[in-house]
């Protein structure tokens, strides 16, 4: 059964209260002493701080630890008080940044009031005077993630992970990535995240919680089942309608005045035709059609069995190089025929066949962030239980993409066609 996740008010912050990876000092290690200034006032705080970290690095709707809240609620309003005012004699020092915004995080995360623009800002500065290193960008981003801010933090954690290497960030900024994918509702970036986290040398177990919740998003597929178009198909408009499904593992855009049919997957295969604008033709006006097919291949289908299976029945097909291939290898044909539309002056036919391969982990490029409904109340927790999604059909996926077009529309219409290769996303 998937777990919900408990959402709680406080401070008139929507915050999510599950945290499933939490390493010891976290941030505080990132923070290098010797850049820091060297005065007692700076330096005592640092020190301070890795005992009440563990503590404060995330919000608890009841105080779990042993040492008093209110104890630990003294100690980092003091050191925030400190660090602040000793900015203006380092206002270039990026450490001494970073290390106010994180104290200013934990303040916040113990209820201290108006600490949390005061994080964002220092985090802020920080990223000004050193854009080249990716601590303030992804503290920024965790802090956000434990707010009301979680799409927003999580899209921070993404610009940060698309700037580096994954292997040049250290385990604890997949900890915190792992948190708020999981949060952002995005599981397949959660499960990438822990098998990074694995292969810098963390153990499996650490992660069994994280790991048993993104595999639990997902509704198991197969090749024999019927799935219902609206629950293996999202779309999204901004000007173009962007169609993508985790089933199917392909994604593409519609232009806002196409009519689009989608039908039902079944028997592993997935279709739908797209009608553009009528276009002027001899006789009046004509429809272009597009197609999109989507199957599992027959036992020892190549992509080559896959295309002559569309193009045999047509003796005029002749090989082209593909107007735009989506996937490392395409396999495209034309076909001028005379038996059909001979008012327009004939058929005039594309097809494009290729293939998308099994992802490490399917789902994974058609995920955006989401931010989990508000509670309705500030006082006492709600939960929230997340929609399954349907997993990727198995194995390797075969393609068609074909126009069906005549010739006196043929210029336009393929233009139409080269710009639904190119929206192709693959998963």
Excluded at 98 to 122: I, R
Aim: hydrophobic letters at 35%; glycine letters at 4%; a negative charge.
């Amino acid at each position: 059964m998937l777990p919900p996740l408990a959402t709680l008010r406080r401070l008139n912050k929507g915050f999510l209260t599950l945290l499933l990876v939490a390493s010891a000092s976290a941030q505080i290690r990132q923070i290098n002493p010797t850049k820091l200034p060297r005065t007692s006032r700076v330096q005592d705080v640092y020190s301070s701080l890795p005992s009440v970290e563990p503590m404060a690095r995330n919000w608890n709707s009841t105080w779990p630890f042993d040492t008093p809240k209110a104890q630990v609620v003294s100690l980092l309003s003091s050191s925030l008080r400190e660090l602040r005012s000793s900015a203006p004699d380092a206002p270039q020092n990026e450490e001494l940044l970073l290390l106010t915004g994180l104290v200013a995080h934990f303040a916040y995360n113990v209820d201290v009031p108006d600490t949390y623009e005061v994080a964002v800002q220092s985090f802020e500065e920080a990223s000004k005077l050193a854009p080249n290193d990716y601590r303030a960008g992804w503290f920024l981003a965790m802090h956000r993630c434990q707010s009301d801010e979680i799409k927003l933090g999580m899209e921070q954690m993404l610009s940060v992970e698309t700037e580096y290497q994954w292997r040049d960030l250290p385990v604890d900024f997949w900890d915190d990535y792992i948190n708020c994918s999981t949060m952002s509702l995005m599981p397949a970036h959660t499960l990438r995240a822990i098998d990074h986290a694995v292969h810098l040398g963390e153990q499996p177990a650490n992660y069994s919680s994280a790991t048993d919740i993104a595999h639990n998003r997902y509704k198991s597929t197969n090749a024999t089942d019927t799935y219902n178009a609206h629950e293996a198909w999202q779309a999204t408009q901004n000007g173009d309608v962007r169609f993508t499904s985790d089933l199917c593992g392909i994604g593409f855009s519609a232009h806002g005045d196409w009519h689009v049919d989608i039908k039902d997957i079944a028997k592993g295969t997935c279709l739908l035709t797209a009608e553009t604008s009528p276009y002027p033709s001899r006789s009046g006006y004509s429809w272009p059609t597009l197609l999109l097919l989507t199957r599992v291949p027959k036992a020892q289908e190549t992509l080559d069995d896959f295309a002559q299976s569309f193009v045999k029945k047509y003796p005029s097909a002749h090989p082209i190089s593909a107007p735009s291939c989506p996937a490392t290898t395409c396999l495209a044909f034309e076909i001028v025929t005379n038996s059909v539309y001979e008012s327009e002056g004939g058929g005039h036919f594309l097809m494009v066949a290729f293939a998308g391969q099994s992802p490490d982990f399917p789902g994974l490029a058609f995920e955006k962030p989401e931010a989990p409904p508000k509670p309705e109340s500030q006082d006492k927790p709600t939960y929230y239980r997340p929609n399954q999604r349907l997993h990727r059909l198995p194995g390797t996926l075969y393609t068609i993409a074909e126009l069906d077009s005549n010739e006196s529309i043929f210029e336009r219409s393929a233009a139409d066609f080269r710009f639904l290769l190119k929206s192709i996303e693959l998963d």
